[in-house]
Every structure is written in structure tokens, then in C-alpha cells.
């Protein structure tokens, strides 16, 4: 099975910026699809961005469009988040994903990471 780890979530004020980082044990992705999900306490885990990894095709929730930037590092098998403005609703876990498609559903992703916790406070 392919393996996802999570790292860079922690605390940070509001304004602040974070990277996180899902690094892969697959060598290559080829034409597959990685995102980024996140559950916020008492609601359902939502959608926030995804990349197609060959054409590094991206998208985003509109939530987070203009504050947050999906990249992936073909050669180290990683993917990040880097997530600028952060506001206080942006607290959740986050959490990595590896799919086959290019959907903003859950159920369009196959592998998934931990998840990591972010917080941010007033």
C-alpha cells in the first residue's frame, strides 16, 4: 500500500502562514491526482485543493483560492500546502490524499495520510 506522512501543522496566529508537507513512499505518480482535505471540529471533512502530479494542473476550494498554493516535488515524492492569511475557520485537521481521478470528493481518493492538526488562534 502507499504510504502518506504528513508533517508541518502546529499553532500560529491569525495572518500567520504554514507549509505543510505529505511526503509518499511511491517513487512515481504519474498521471494521478493528490489533494488536501480537512475536518474542522463538528463538521464533515471538506474538499480544499488538488493536483494533477505529471501536469501539475491545480484547483481549489473557494474557500482558500488566493490564500492557499498546492505543489508537489516529483523528485522527493512530496506534496505541500502552503497556506498564507491563515484565519481562525482554517482550524482543522488536514489531512493528504492519493487518487486516480481529478474529483473534490472523498470517495475519489484511495490513500490517505494521518492527518495533521492546525490551529489558528485570534
Known amino acids: 500500500q502507499v504510504q502518506l506522512v504528513e508533517s508541518g501543522g502546529g499553532l500560529v496566529q491569525a495572518g500567520g502562514s504554514l507549509r505543510l508537507s505529505c511526503a509518499a513512499s511511491?517513487?512515481?505518480?504519474?498521471?494521478?491526482?493528490m489533494g488536501w482535505f480537512r475536518q474542522a471540529p463538528g463538521k464533515e471533512r471538506e474538499f480544499v485543493a488538488r493536483?494533477?502530479?505529471?501536469?501539475?494542473?491545480?484547483y481549489y476550494a473557494d474557500s482558500v483560492k488566493g490564500r492557499f498554493t498546492i505543489a508537489r516535488d516529483n523528485a522527493k515524492n512530496t506534496l505541500y500546502l502552503q497556506m498564507n492569511s491563515l484565519k481562525p475557520e482554517d482550524t482543522a485537521v488536514y489531512y493528504c490524499?492519493?487518487?486516480?481521478?481529478?474529483?473534490?470528493?472523498?470517495?475519489?481518493?484511495?490513500?490517505w495520510g494521518q492527518g495533521t492538526q492546525v490551529t489558528v488562534s485570534s
Open positions: 511511491a517513487r512515481t505518480f504519474g498521471n494521478y491526482a
Open positions: 490524499a492519493l487518487g486516480t481521478g481529478a474529483g473534490t470528493g472523498s470517495n475519489d481518493y484511495k490513500y
Open positions: 493536483i494533477i502530479w505529471s501536469g501539475g494542473i491545480t
